[in-house]
């Protein structure tokens, strides 16, 4: 099992920067791909960003390249999500989520376990 805890949503003006967190607890956090996912209300979680189990390679959806970056600190057990230029389609619930997968993934089933998620609001 592992227990992941996003922290450091909010409301911020288009433009700007947040840099969301997840804590993780549990089994070795090193031995998993971890993700993060975001959810329009009444759609399906989205694809966002991903970092392999070294933080060597990362993968972004379209929508953020540029503009968002992932890191992981496998001595803390955390994984970042660096969110600047923010726009108002980037208002949404950002899930942190962990995979057992060797390589980099970006489908919801790969992933099996999820954070409760925090609200990232950007105004125009």
């Known amino acids: 099992q592992v227990q992941l805890v996003e922290s450091g949503g909010g409301l911020v003006q288009a433009g700007g920067s947040l840099r969301l967190s997840c804590a993780a607890s549990?089994?070795?956090?090193?031995?998993?791909?971890m993700g993060w996912f975001r959810q329009y209300p009444g759609k399906e979680r989205r694809f966002v960003a991903a970092?392999?189990?070294?933080?060597?390679?990362?993968h972004y959806a379209d929508s953020v390249k540029g503009r968002f970056t992932i890191s992981r600190d496998n001595a803390k057990n955390t994984v970042s999500l660096q969110m600047n230029s923010l726009k108002p389609e980037d208002t949404a619930v950002y899930y942190c989520?962990?995979?057992?997968?060797?390589?980099?993934?970006?489908?919801?089933?790969?992933?099996?376990?999820w954070g409760q998620g925090t609200q990232v609001t950007v105004s125009s």
């Open positions: 549990g089994r070795t956090f090193s031995d998993y791909v």
């Open positions: 970092i392999s189990w070294s933080g060597g390679s990362t």
């Open positions: 989520a962990a995979s057992p997968s060797a390589v980099i993934v970006t489908t919801l089933y790969e992933y099996g376990y």
